[in-house]
């Protein structure tokens, strides 16, 4: 059956550092990989998509990578902030629908 | 500033009730989803609509749950009877089918606890 896994345990990093987010799958081909954030009582907000022909892609302290014959993509936060502290959410999307993961709990201690 | 309005914010109700959840989708959205949000299982897909025809509602029960978009502003779902494993948060989300990066747009949520 289908999976999206994220890390259920929370991730602490300290201000300053690089924080590194997983995101596998299987029994998926998606034709592309998104990444949400959600901030407790808030919606998820849209950060990234990244496409299946795509290894990377960059905005401002944010990077993702993807990799499909490893099943995995990679959310990284460069520079980490207090204010990135949050659930970060992948989905893998076919025509139209995506299907989320968990979440993995992001918190950057000052 | 556009984005999608989902009322009630907050439903606590009794077990057998019905419920009704609205969300008004961003003007000019084509496409709307419903999810239901639980610590074990996460953000679930239980409906969406393109251009108000719904699509795919696999994820739904069917037999207590329905969701309708009866105008281009206004989504419902609904949930009768209701019973305590309802209990979650629901969101609306919109989004573009031509939308460069599928990008959905979430509302706030309704928080449901049944009693």
């Known amino acids: 059956s289908q999976k999206i896994e994220q890390n259920s345990e929370a991730l602490n990093i300290q201000e300053g550092k690089t924080a590194t987010l997983t995101c596998n799958y299987t029994n998926y081909s998606p034709a592309y990989l998104q990444w949400y954030r959600q901030d407790p009582g808030r919606g998820p907000v849209f950060l990234l998509l990244i496409r299946e022909n795509e290894k990377e892609k960059r905005k401002e302290r944010l990077k993702v990578t993807f990799d499909t014959t490893l099943k995995q993509s990679l959310f990284h936060i460069t520079a980490s902030q207090p204010a990135d502290s949050a659930t970060y959410l992948c989905?893998?999307?076919?025509?139209?629908?995506?299907?989320f993961g968990t979440g993995t709990k992001l918190q950057v201690i000052p | 500033d556009a984005r999608v309005t989902q009322t009630p914010r907050h439903k606590v109700t009794e077990m057998g009730q019905e419920v009704t959840m609205r969300c008004q989708p961003i003007l000019g959205h084509n496409t709307v989803f419903w999810y239901r949000q639980t610590m074990m299982q996460g953000l679930e897909l239980l409906a969406y609509?393109?251009?108000?025809?719904?699509?795919?509602d696999s994820g739904m029960p069917k037999d207590r749950f329905s969701a309708e978009m009866p105008d281009a502003t206004l989504a419902t779902l609904k949930i009768q009877p209701s019973e305590p494993r309802d209990s979650a948060v629901y969101f609306c989300?919109?989004?573009?089918?031509?939308?460069?990066?599928?990008?959905?747009?979430f509302g706030p949520g309704t928080r449901l606890t049944v009693l």
């Open positions: 989905a893998l999307g076919g025509y139209q629908k995506v299907t």
């Open positions: 989300a919109s989004g573009l089918t031509s939308g460069r990066n599928n990008e959905q747009f």
């Open positions: 609509f393109r251009n108000r025809a719904p699509l795919d």
